[in-house]
């Protein structure tokens, strides 16, 4: 009982860990970073979610498939002439900086095409530089805050009950209920709602793809037509029970 008692409590302070990382903008030991890895589902962000986080105080980056938070880092070496090139990268993937199988910058020299940066030694030695500061940033997760989405694609989600339509963009990797949080923006009751596709219920649970909603982006690119035209309509049924406040 006491076991069952603990792990809740667990769970609880898992998701407060979460919630308050990006806010507190600290870095939480390997252990606790592991122990939530494990019971949280890595949360997927598009390329354009990526990209407004731009500047200084809220910076933002994607490399080999994660992405990165680099808010901390850039307060911690505020007016440090080598977060120059991070700066000029903020919003965009820097997967070009890394070797995609040693996750390094390098092998014995570090490649370096925007210029030397934070946490990167001089090409030759020098007095000034001390490299006691533990992990380089692109190795330390407590910066990486989810994963880039693969493939992400619009859909049109129909209320049935005020005739409104919205399109939003979704990663090809999010179950319907992750999709369901994105529309929150749009409508704080859509948990009160029974999400369709073709006159059938949907699994929350679930893709859309493992919902039978397959990504015609490929088929519409080689008819030469818009999809912007033909996108995938997924319809909301009220429940007449307001579980979202």
């Given at each position: 009982m006491r076991s069952?008692?603990?792990?809740v409590i667990y769970l609880v302070?898992?998701?407060?860990?979460?919630?308050?990382?990006?806010?507190?903008?600290?870095?939480?030991?390997?252990?606790?970073?592991?122990?939530?890895a494990k019971m949280v589902r890595s949360k997927f962000?598009?390329?354009?979610?990526?990209?407004?986080?731009?500047?200084?105080?809220?910076?933002?980056?994607?490399f080999l498939g994660k992405v990165y938070d680099l808010t901390p880092l850039c307060q911690k070496f505020k007016g440090d002439i080598l977060l120059k090139p991070i700066l000029?990268?903020?919003?965009?993937?820097?997967?070009?900086?890394?070797?995609q199988k040693t996750k390094d910058t390098g092998c014995t020299i570090a490649y370096t095409p925007h210029?030397?940066?934070?946490?990167?030694?001089?090409?030759?030695?020098?007095?000034?530089?001390?490299?006691d500061f533990g992990r380089a940033?692109?190795?330390?997760?407590?910066?990486?805050?989810?994963?880039?989405?693969?493939?992400?694609?619009?859909?049109?989600?129909?209320?049935?009950?005020?005739?409104?339509?919205?399109?939003?963009?979704?990663?090809?990797?999010e179950t319907m209920k992750e999709i369901l949080d994105r529309y929150l923006m749009y409508n704080s009751h859509a948990g009160s709602y029974t999400w369709k596709y073709d006159g059938r219920n949907l699994d929350m649970g679930k893709t859309l793809e493992e919902n039978s909603i397959p990504d015609e982006d490929e088929e519409f690119y080689r008819l030469g037509m818009s999809d912007d035209?033909?996108?995938?309509?997924?319809?909301?049924?009220?429940?007449?029970?307001?579980?979202?406040?």
């Amino acid at each position: 009982m006491r076991s069952n008692i603990n792990h809740v409590i667990y769970l609880v302070l898992a998701t407060r860990v979460v919630a308050t990382r990006q806010a507190s903008n600290v870095c939480y030991s390997p252990s606790v970073r592991y122990q939530v890895a494990k019971m949280v589902r890595s949360k997927f962000y598009t390329p354009n979610e990526v990209s407004v986080h731009n500047t200084m105080e809220d910076l933002w980056v994607s490399f080999l498939g994660k992405v990165y938070d680099l808010t901390p880092l850039c307060q911690k070496f505020k007016g440090d002439i080598l977060l120059k090139p991070i700066l000029q990268a903020a919003g965009t993937d820097i997967s070009h900086w890394f070797n995609q199988k040693t996750k390094d910058t390098g092998c014995t020299i570090a490649y370096t095409p925007h210029g030397r940066f934070i946490h990167i030694p001089p090409p030759c030695p020098s007095s000034d530089w001390s490299n006691d500061f533990g992990r380089a940033w692109w190795r330390d997760d407590c910066y990486c805050i989810g994963t880039l989405s693969k493939k992400t694609r619009f859909i049109r989600v129909i209320n049935t009950l005020t005739s409104q339509e919205q399109v939003i963009e979704v990663c090809g990797e999010e179950t319907m209920k992750e999709i369901l949080d994105r529309y929150l923006m749009y409508n704080s009751h859509a948990g009160s709602y029974t999400w369709k596709y073709d006159g059938r219920n949907l699994d929350m649970g679930k893709t859309l793809e493992e919902n039978s909603i397959p990504d015609e982006d490929e088929e519409f690119y080689r008819l030469g037509m818009s999809d912007d035209l033909y996108l995938q309509a997924i319809h909301l049924y009220f429940n007449d029970d307001l579980t979202e406040a």
